[in-house]
């Protein structure tokens, strides 16, 4: 756009923006923002925001997930050097090695879609279709007939 034309319009829009009105509040919504206020600050502590949590309670939960998430490490770090578990990975790659295989597969034939389509065009690839559904319909045109014809009583 030209810039003299941009400045035009934004000192217009500015005027016109200018003379309008103040907007109002509605007047019932100051009592519904109090009522909402008082609802929340009536609500026992374990129902609000940790943050508003007595501090002692902030400090007992922190302590207990820092535990928690200690023995979680812990618990995962034993469980993947233990031999049991060893053999139970093995057996389950052999489980999903066929499941990776066909998953390589369908990349490959996804990737191969995607570059003939590339390499095609756009225009080809919806030629194609439409003369696949063009076929499609006549085929079941012409069996749809044929039926007809079949069946007829002379």
Request: charged share 15%; hydrophobic share 50%.
């Amino acid at each position: 756009m030209n810039p003299e034309y941009e400045k035009q319009l934004e000192a217009q829009i500015d005027r016109v923006l200018q003379h309008l009105p103040e907007l109002e509040a509605p007047a019932t919504l100051l009592p519904r923002v109090w009522a909402e206020i008082e609802r929340r600050a009536a609500l026992p502590w374990y129902r609000r925001a940790w943050v508003t949590w007595p501090v002692g309670l902030q400090a007992a939960a922190l302590a207990a997930l820092v535990i928690l998430f200690g023995g979680l490490c812990l618990g995962g770090w034993q469980i993947t050097h233990s031999a049991e578990v060893a053999d139970a990975t093995q057996t389950a790659g052999r489980w999903f090695a066929g499941f990776t295989l066909l998953t390589n597969t369908l990349s490959v034939l996804g990737n191969a879609l995607v570059l003939s389509v590339k390499q095609l065009g756009p225009i080809f690839i919806g030629a194609c279709i439409v003369v696949g559904l063009a076929t499609y319909l006549s085929c079941l045109g012409l069996g749809t007939a044929f039926v007809r014809l079949a069946v007829a009583r002379r």
